[in-house]
């Protein structure tokens, strides 16, 4: 479980309540192809209550496409679910959370997204997404690899070929991850 | 053992009828009952009147909401491709939910988001169901056929397991729970799975998850890692043994610790925890491990549940306790607050498992009975206080500069010709009989050679004062002897009484049933049973 200030979840829980009149305008959003973001390399995150019995969110796929000046990761969750997330360049290795093992992705930088309370899993023990490591070979984006689905926790780290700026889109049942493409 | 009669009643139900032989008792589950559920349902009125509507036991909506979810409105947590999502109290998922609510005459939106409208559509399915199948509606053990069509699942252990968590919520209010598994006329449920390798009464469910320890003495198991799996008891072990997870634990406890489940061999390396061990983490304890991947000399035990969790059921805490005394006696760990750790205490970065309010003195007490000794510390905080009691004179100063002390601290003196300020720590005896005796200190070139350990009865006889060499062999535990020990409270005092120019630490005493497999050995303890008379 991610440690977090008390402000910091009362801020998220305020925040937290994606309803459906958003909905239907949050699925209009990817349309917008708005090249011109300026993003940032620095840690970005909101951060939800994990209480007990809150169900985790539930993953339903990842997908990586490339926009107009960016490459687009797109995190679809189940129902109206909405779990806290981090997204950060790596400074060390990234590591599996259960064996502990260094993770390898393509490209020269990590950038990790972290997803809690979530998983990608059901009740039985299937993945959900099945697809585990993508390599879209786009510009920005060389690989979409899972790191951790253990605990309530979801990790993907996402190998690039240059520490690029990025920006993160709260939908309603998804998130966007989007990075800019180098010049 | 009342407690353990609705699990038991709903493991031999069906085999009440067997012509050849009884059915055989299911140890685990004899053993570790899970309680029933005591609190009432939020829900109750609209369980009754639905059950009224649709000709349902109230008690069985109940106890399908129960095990559904707890008796919480879920909202589509559970999907996967191929799987719809489940809403609701009862969980209702796709073509049921669909059906339900078209049975009810209630829209499949409201019995998305209304708990009434979702228990009517539950309700309505379960009646159709029953007359499909023709039961006698009014035997609630007839409904078993109905609750496993309801509940969607197919592997028959899995069917009992969700019979059995139905079970559990009947027995708040149903004289008589007895939802049997299903079983074939004359064939006796599966008892619940035991004899894993490493602890008997667990399950073995064998996770693909793991590999080799290391063959140095960085692969040696030493320390114990509790987790909170941050789900339900299935959910956590069908994932762990799924490839895919790329995560397992040694151990995973169900939440009222009626089963545990062993995935992977103790010997074998499981994947629990990602850190590098940091001995500033853990009271700069085994500082030699630092850097080392943790996996290699961790035994990793999940349970079910969250640590986010105002409490722990004590049945679970009893049910790990007794699994850790199991692991620590075979893997010769001391049972403390080094060897028996949190998951989020050494792994800060991005954990707090099992959680601020995991009971953590109650439980390595619990560990430590379970195991037959009592621990005195120094310090009442580290104490259980109905069997273990510290005096220490406020002469002894606190510290705990030097690592490997057990509880929080311990304290020391100078020794002196004419002192008479021993530190004494006292331990009950509940019944007479033979006890081992250990003490452990913290060491240093400072410290005596010939540090002085008085045992006396409850009778307030002196049985013996033995000595140890207090420069070495901290952190560890030192035979101090074995004698005979009368009911009530008995006592260890060690002395500071001896020519000046050294130092004594007074850090903590234990006492065994019987004497322990292996003492750590070799450092100083100058004495055996043949003890010598108090000079």
Redesign the interface.
Same mark, same amino acid.
Request: aromatic letters at 8%; glycine letters at 6%; one cysteine or more.
């Given at each position: 479980m991610l440690r977090r200030s008390v402000s910091l979840a009362l801020a998220a829980l305020g925040a937290a309540c994606p309803g459906k009149e958003e909905r239907s305008s949050a699925r209009e959003a990817p349309r917008v192809q708005d090249s011109t973001f300026a993003g940032t390399t620095a840690p970005v995150q909101r951060l939800r209550s994990t209480r007990a019995g809150v169900p985790a969110a539930m993953l339903r796929s990842v997908t990586a496409a490339p926009g107009r000046g960016y490459d687009r990761v797109v995190f679809e969750l189940a129902g109206d679910s909405a779990p806290g997330y981090r997204v950060e360049y790596a400074a060390g290795p990234v590591r599996s959370c259960g064996s502990g093992d260094v993770v390898s992705v393509a490209g020269s930088e990590r950038l990790v997204i972290h997803l809690e309370p979530a998983r990608a899993h059901d009740d039985q023990g299937n993945p959900s997404p099945r697809q585990r490591d993508l390599v879209p070979g786009l510009p920005a984006v060389r690989e979409v690899k899972l790191v951790c689905d253990f605990e309530g926790q979801v990790e993907w780290v996402l190998g690039l070929p240059a520490k690029q700026p990025y920006r993160v889109t709260e939908l309603a049942g998804s998130l966007l991850l989007d990075v800019k493409q180098g010049p | 053992m009342s407690k353990a009669a609705p699990a038991l009643l709903v493991l031999f139900a069906a085999c009440r009828p067997a012509p050849v032989a009884p059915c055989p008792a299911g140890q685990l589950v004899a053993q570790v009952a899970p309680p029933p559920v005591s609190r009432p349902s939020p829900f109750d009125s609209a369980f009754r009147a639905a059950g009224a509507e649709f000709h349902v036991p109230a008690e069985l909506l109940e106890g399908l909401g129960w095990a559904e979810t707890?008796w919480?409105m879920?909202?589509?947590?559970?999907? +996967?491709?191929g799987?719809a999502?489940a809403f609701g109290v009862m969980a209702l998922r796709g073509a049921a939910l669909e059906r339900g609510a078209a049975l009810a005459g209630v829209p499949a939106e409201a019995t998305r988001r209304d708990p009434v409208a979702n228990i009517r559509a539950a309700a309505a399915l379960l009646d159709l169901y029953a007359r499909e199948a023709g039961i006698d509606r009014t035997r609630i053990e007839a409904w078993s056929a109905v609750v496993s069509r309801y509940s969607g699942i197919e592997l028959p252990d899995a069917r009992a397991a969700y019979a059995r968590q139905v079970d559990r919520a009947l027995a708040r209010t149903a004289a008589s729970p007895g939802l049997a598994p299903p079983a074939a006329p004359g064939a006796c449920p599966p008892p619940p799975a035991t004899g894993a390798p490493d602890y008997a009464p667990a399950a073995w469910r064998s996770s693909p998850?793991f *590999?080799q320890r290391a063959a140095d003495s960085t692969g040696v198991i030493h320390l114990v890692i509790i987790?909170?799996?941050?789900?339900?008891y #299935?959910?956590c072990?069908?994932?762990?043994?799924?490839p895919?997870?790329?995560?397992?634990a040694h151990y995973v406890v169900s939440e009222e610790g009626s089963e545990i489940s062993q995935l992977v061999l103790e010997r074998n390396r499981a994947?629990?925890? #990602?850190?590098?061990y940091d001995c500033t983490l853990n009271r700069r304890h085994d500082c030699r491990l630092n850097g080392v991947?943790?996996?290699h000399f961790t035994v990793g035990i999940?349970h079910a549940? +969250?640590?986010?969790? *105002?409490s722990f059921p004590d049945a679970q805490l009893e049910a790990s306790a007794a699994l850790v005394c199991d692991v620590t006696r075979d893997r010769d760990i001391p049972r403390d607050w080094q060897h028996i750790v949190g998951?989020?205490q050494l792994q800060? #970065?991005?954990?707090? *498992?099992p959680?601020p309010h995991w009971p953590w003195i109650a439980y390595v007490h619990r560990v430590q009975a379970l195991c037959g000794e009592i621990v005195v510390d120094d310090s009442a905080q580290f104490n259980d206080t109905a069997v273990a009691g510290a005096a220490v004179p406020t002469t002894w100063a606190a510290s705990d500069t030097t690592p490997d002390f057990y509880g929080g601290a311990y304290r020391w003196a100078p020794t002196q010709p004419d002192a008479t300020d021993g530190a004494v720590f006292s331990f009950r005896v509940a019944t007479a009989g033979l006890r081992t005796v250990e003490a452990r200190w913290t060491s240093g070139s400072n410290r005596s050679p010939l540090a002085a350990y008085a045992v006396v009865t409850a009778a307030g006889d002196t049985a013996a004062t033995t000595t140890v060499d207090q420069r070495t062999g901290g952190g560890s535990w030192h035979l101090l002897g074995t004698w005979t020990f009368p009911a009530g409270w008995n006592r260890v005092v060690l002395r500071r009484r001896a020519p000046s120019g050294a130092v004594v630490v007074a850090d903590a005493v234990r006492v065994s049933a019987t004497r322990p497999a292996s003492s750590s050995g070799g450092a100083g303890a100058s004495t055996s049973a043949s003890n010598r008379p108090t000079p």
């Open positions: - | 707890r919480q879920v909202q589509g947590t559970e999907e +996967f491709p799987r999502p998850n *590999d987790h909170t799996c941050e789900s339900n #299935a959910s072990w069908s994932w762990l043994v799924n895919v997870s790329q995560a397992s994947w629990h925890i #990602a850190a590098l991947q943790s996996n999940e549940g +969250f640590a986010s969790q *105002d998951h989020g800060p #970065a991005n954990r707090t *498992d959680g």
